[in-house]
């Protein structure tokens, strides 16, 4: 991890102003979690993968919202991800929201902490509809869990 501590948990507490992600992507009612941050074994086979971030199952068309203010600062297909999100709130820190169906904003735009920013789908690499939500700090992913409401 570089050194860096890790940071603190936040208070399940919605601050409209504040730039670090706090907030589920989805309704907190509109879906399931489906696979955690961390390693996780693949189905037969001995190779592990690293899942840089939380899978949230939810039916195809489902909103998705910015979890803290920010910039569009990209808007298009990666592969594995498919159509991908990626939002700059400061300089640390940066979230990411793949295998969308519908890409709602474009880059170089401003949103607002829970502006819609796409829909949830399945392009990518996804076996059914799931948004991949990421938090990276620094560039890099790191464990979602303490950037979401309890
Ligand atoms: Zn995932």
Redesign the pocket.
């Known amino acids: 991890m570089h050194g860096r501590e890790a940071p603190p948990i936040l208070p399940a507490m919605i601050v409209p102003e504040s730039p670090v992600p706090d907030a589920w992507p989805l309704q907190p009612n509109a879906f399931t979690i489906s ?1 955690q941050y961390g390693s996780r074994d693949r189905v037969g086979g001995p190779n592990t993968k690293w ?1 840089k ?1 939380i ?1 949230l199952s939810a039916p195809k068309g489902t909103p998705v919202y910015a979890t803290a203010p920010g910039k569009v600062v990209f808007s298009g297909e990666q592969s594995g991800y498919g159509n991908i999100v990626i939002l700059r709130h400061t300089e640390e820190y940066d979230t990411a929201y ?1 295998h969308l169906h519908q890409r709602g904003v474009q880059a170089g735009k401003h949103v607002k902490r829970g502006a819609l920013i796409g829909t949830v789908g399945q392009t990518g690499n996804a076996t059914g509809p799931h948004l ?1 939500y990421e938090v990276r700090r620094y560039g890099e992913a790191v464990n979602p869990a303490p950037y979401l409401p309890r």
Do not use: L
């Open positions: 696979s899942h971030g899978d793949g991949h």
